[in-house]
């Protein structure tokens, strides 16, 4: 399995999501288990945010990896736009660190951009860092124009990661956001990477030419979409799953690597972007 390079740590590129976790009493364990499934078969990336359940899925996280060594795992989580201030992004970091049991985050992300200007919210993420809380900080949802006064402001040539959407059905980050990002060596970590619908509203798990690479590898639909999103590299995908089977299934995504010409086959039916599209989002 060849690792991802983010802040400075190699990592599975197969990561876990959260979002919708922890909210119920009666699914709790299932999901503390899908989450130790994970890491129990090498994921070490977990990303969740204060905004999931309004930190119930930190919590959840918290719980989960308490038998395991925190120097292993990479932590992410995410401070909401309206809390990324001088003044509130503190408290938030300080809340997601006691709900999540642990010192420090490996690295702590702005959910997305509102109000508050980004070179505050920069200023604050330097701060943090600079007192150990986290040891990295990125950015979500962010577009080219907005990484660029991201990566301008004073310290943000620190910025280390961009969270956002990106399956074979949603391509258009490749066009130019995915060549800034190379350019100062932030890897793509992407969320919703097995997304079930495209621009069309078709479903990608009944597209023909991922069924049949599927079956060549002896593999699903799902295990494709995935190795398919972390062909190059440099993306870490964060596939969300409460139940341990599907857990252990998407790691094992991380050992296909699909042909050139399979590559081919999918770029056939999805095309990589030859225009600018807007950043899509959820």
């Not at 702005?110 to 701060?127: Q, R």
């Not at 059905?169 to 490749?174: F, L, S, T, V, Y």
């Not at 097995?194 to 078709?202: E, I, L, P, Q, T």
């Not at 995908?237 to 094992?252: E, G």
Request: hydrophobic share 40%; charged share 25%.
């Amino acid at each position: 399995m060849k690792k991802v390079n983010i802040a400075g740590r190699e990592v599975l590129p197969i990561g876990l999501g959260t979002m919708n976790m922890g909210d119920k009493s009666d699914t709790f364990n299932q999901e503390v288990q899908a989450i130790r499934t994970g890491i129990d078969n090498g994921v070490q990336l977990i990303d969740t945010a204060e905004m999931y359940g309004s930190g119930n899925a930190e919590k959840l996280v918290g719980s989960a990896i308490k038998p395991y060594s925190r120097e292993e795992l990479f932590l992410i989580s995410k401070v909401l736009p309206s809390n990324a201030s001088k003044k509130d992004l503190p408290i938030s970091l300080e809340n997601s660190l006691k709900r999540l049991e642990t010192d420090y985050l490996d690295l702590y992300l702005l959910h997305w951009k509102e109000a508050v200007p980004l070179e505050e919210t920069v200023e604050a993420l330097e701060k943090a860092r600079n007192q150990g809380k986290i040891k990295a900080w990125g950015v979500s949802n962010l577009d080219v124009d907005d990484l660029e006064q991201v990566i301008q402001s004073p310290g943000g040539e620190n910025c280390k990661a961009n969270q956002v959407r990106y399956n074979v059905a949603n391509r258009g980050i490749e066009f130019d956001l995915v060549p800034l990002m190379a350019k100062h060596a932030m890897p793509v970590i992407a969320y919703s990477p097995v997304d079930r619908g495209d621009s069309f509203g078709a479903d990608l798990t009944k597209q023909q030419v991922l069924k049949d690479i599927a079956e060549k590898h002896e593999a699903d639909v799902f295990q494709i979409l995935l190795a398919w999103s972390i062909r190059n590299g440099k993306t870490i995908a964060i596939p969300q799953s409460s139940n341990p089977d599907h857990v252990l299934n998407n790691v094992k995504a991380a050992d296909i690597s699909l042909t050139d010409q399979e590559l081919k086959h999918i770029n056939d039916v999805y095309p990589e972007p030859d225009s600018k599209q807007p950043l899509t989002l959820w």
